[in-house]
């Protein structure tokens, strides 16, 4: 799966709601699209003042595409208006002016997507259409906003070892609740399967780590993180927490969250999800981080949520309870495996 997705990171959080509210307006309605690997624009949200909201249309099983851009319904294009000229911000660094050509169709999982090709030259090689989730190459708007990365830390950084055992901490004290029947029954998930003690043998991995300044000093951090084991023995009358193993695959806890850091290097103990799923992150999403725009409280984080058979669009931003909250969330597109 990674290896399909380039490099994205695992998120693992509870997303709802279609808008958000900030504390701060940040003036006229402006809308945000994300930049595909073969030059296609997908408009994703639209910001008006504090408000959050998405007027182009999601995929769907099948889709109607105009045939121009006159054609294109004024709803669509939201409190903007009909925009032919975008802002590209590439994650690179690069902007550009781009002109939008013509509406154009394309494949979003199993459902179809309405899109706008741009004047923009792709950089070979283009991957195949049918390459899902499909590379993006960033963010561009409708006017000017200030785009800036999200930076992916190594282990070369001063903060890595502090992180990685806050990280671990958090991560061995999750695991330790999940040996509470009455704990575990009440969120609905199933107790961990493999003993405390060997539990204790296995270190938490940390698999992807980004940083981006937020106030006063601080930073705002996102963490991924893992501990694989084998897959335990079962007795007869007891089900496995985890799917069957595929192609040898075991039993993992995997780790995620934001949190911040402050101006000093200290680092509170972060409140991060924990769960129990298969090495091949069965039930887990991952995610893209594209950009951040806005400055402190107003900061929002922007990246690509995805899973095995979807994906979707997503802002946050750190609020004043010092936890994550959603700003947008927009369908991207999945593949449905029931037999509905």
């Not at 992180?163 to 004290?173: D, M, P, Q, R």
């Not at 938490?204 to 951090?221: M, N």
Request: aromatic content about 8%; some cysteine; hydrophobic content about 40%.
């Amino acid at each position: 799966m990674r290896a399909v997705v380039l490099g994205l990171s695992t998120l693992a959080l509870c997303l709802a709601g279609s808008l958000g509210m900030l504390a701060a307006d940040f003036g006229p309605a402006v809308t945000i699209a994300v930049l595909r690997g073969d030059g296609v624009l997908v408009p994703i949200v639209t910001r008006t003042g504090s408000k959050w909201t998405n007027t182009w249309p999601v995929p769907e099983k099948a889709i109607d595409v105009p045939l121009g851009l006159d054609g294109i319904p004024k709803g669509w294009w939201g409190k903007p208006g009909v925009t032919t000229s975008w802002h590209a911000w590439q994650i690179d660094g690069v902007t550009s002016e781009i002109k939008v050509e013509q509406p154009t169709w394309y494949l979003a999982h199993c459902q179809q997507g309405v899109g706008l090709k741009t004047s923009l030259t792709a950089r070979p090689p283009v991957p195949p259409p049918t390459v899902q989730p499909y590379p993006k190459l960033g963010l561009a708007s409708t006017s000017p906003l200030p785009f800036k990365p999200i930076a992916p830390i190594d282990q070369s950084d001063p903060m890595w070892m502090k992180i990685a055992a806050a990280v671990g901490a958090a991560t061995n004290k999750a695991e330790d609740a999940m040996a509470s029947p009455a704990r575990m029954n009440a969120f609905g998930q199933p107790m961990h399967p493999t003993p405390a003690a060997e539990r204790a043998k296995v270190a938490t991995r940390v698999e992807a780590l980004y940083r981006v300044p937020y106030k006063a000093g601080q930073s705002l951090h996102y963490v991924e993180a893992t501990k694989r084991y084998g897959m335990p023995p079962l007795p007869a009358d007891r089900k496995a927490a985890v799917a069957s193993p595929r192609q040898g695959c075991s039993v993992m806890t995997f780790t995620n969250g934001f949190f911040v850091v402050g101006a000093d290097g200290a680092i509170p103990p972060p409140s991060l999800n924990v769960r129990v799923t298969s090495c091949d992150y069965d039930t887990v999403s991952l995610i893209l981080p594209l950009a951040v725009v806005g400055e402190g409280d107003a900061l929002v984080w922007i990246g690509q949520v995805t899973g095995w058979d979807y994906e979707s669009y997503a802002g946050f931003r750190w609020g004043e309870q010092g936890k994550i909250e959603d700003v947008f969330f927009t369908h991207g597109g999945w593949c449905v495996t029931s037999d509905d």
